[in-house]
């Protein structure tokens, strides 16, 4: 199995409206499929999870839903109990300045809380863009005075950090681009599109994605 799974989480608004619901409900739906993912990931040994959850870009959204899903975070956030139950180290990785002072309290709260999972690193990706993460870092790199960088250096101060790149990145939705996650990481992944929103991605069908990345060969311009 692979070390490092990246999960882009897209269409719980879509799927809501397909269903005749309101986008508020997409996003809680969206919630349990998240749930699915870390169970999955402990299940199959998996050590690192990366949810795309709340891009930069995001930030551009009515505030009626992005009020909503702050409180969603917020309400996940205090079930701490459950992450730790389960072995899960929480991250929430990207600039969290940017969230509202209650919400991102809320994140170092819950990191905190969960800093001693061994199961399973689950990074969520919040307030975060790959372009503006590569010119952290070597915003970070300028500063230290740092005089030669090679990927290592770079990558050692990137938002993610020092850890294994993902073998495999997939994403939801039907939309078939990054949008800018994980750009400097993804440079071997293999990646596939689903067609099917979040809220309705199933364990079979991650599973099956999953068996069809792992039988690609790579062999790294050899």
């Excluded at 960088?149 to 994403?171: A, F, M, T, Y």
Aim: with cysteine; hydrophobic share 40%; proline share 2%.
């Amino acid at each position: 199995m692979i070390s490092h799974l990246a999960l882009i989480m897209d269409g719980n608004r879509r799927w809501a409206k397909q269903q005749g619901l309101f986008s508020w409900q997409g996003h809680r739906q969206g919630s349990k499929t998240v749930e699915m993912a870390i169970a999955y990931c402990i299940e199959k040994g998996i050590s690192y999870l990366s949810l795309y959850a709340f891009s930069i870009e995001n930030l551009q959204r009515s505030e009626e839903e992005k009020s909503y899903l702050f409180k969603l975070i917020i309400e996940s956030n205090s079930r701490s109990y459950e992450f730790i139950k389960n072995g899960v180290k929480v991250r929430f990785v990207g600039d969290l300045s940017l969230l509202p002072k209650d919400v991102e309290a809320s994140c170092y709260k819950l990191m905190k809380e969960t800093s001693l999972g061994e199961k399973l690193v689950c990074n969520f990706l919040v307030c975060y863009g790959g372009q503006q993460e590569i010119i952290a870092a070597i915003q970070k790199i300028i500063d230290s005075e740092i005089k030669t960088v090679d990927k290592d250096i770079l990558k050692s101060h990137l938002w993610l950090g020092n850890i294994p790149d993902p073998e495999i990145i997939i994403r939801t939705g039907g939309v078939e681009r990054l949008s800018n996650f994980l750009l400097f990481q993804s440079a071997y992944s293999e990646i596939r599109f689903l067609d099917c929103f979040w809220p309705a991605l199933t364990k079979d069908l991650l599973d099956k994605t999953m068996q069809d990345c792992l039988l690609s060969k790579k062999n790294f311009g050899k």
